[in-house]
């Protein structure tokens, strides 16, 4: 993901965006601005897929993508997205049960194993 937080980089620059070179969190107005962003950009893939436009689909995905990005670098972390998101993904996969097998609930949600680690991101975000 680093392809991309040097794009988001480069759009801010572009557009007189300001973001953090360190961890911080902003302030309520940009992250109201950001959750407002993120849902219409939400509200656009719900419409698609209910109308079975693929190519809106991977319109809104992208721009999800790109919110999310966008406030990673606000709060100043875009630049570690992808070890956290591998260490998401670590995390996730020790969901399964002691047999290596996935838990269901009855919406089909994936529930948690019994050798289910959190994800340790601290010392991604500190380090």
Do not use: W
Request: glycine share 6%; aromatic share 10%.
């Amino acid at each position: 993901m680093k392809k991309q937080h040097q794009q988001l980089s480069e759009f801010h620059a572009a557009f007189n965006y300001t973001y953090p070179d360190t961890l911080s969190i902003p302030e309520p107005e940009e992250f109201a601005l950001r959750q407002r962003i993120l849902q219409e950009e939400v509200d656009e893939l719900k419409e698609a897929g209910e109308i079975g436009d693929i190519v809106a689909v991977a319109d809104a995905v992208v721009d999800c993508l790109y919110i999310l990005v966008g406030t990673a670098q606000k709060f100043g972390f875009s630049d570690r997205l992808e070890e956290l998101f591998d260490e998401v993904h670590r995390s996730n996969m020790s969901k399964l049960d002691e047999n290596g097998q996935p838990i269901y609930r009855a919406d089909g949600k994936i529930l948690k194993g019994s050798n289910y680690s959190e994800p340790k991101l601290a010392k991604i975000l500190f380090r």
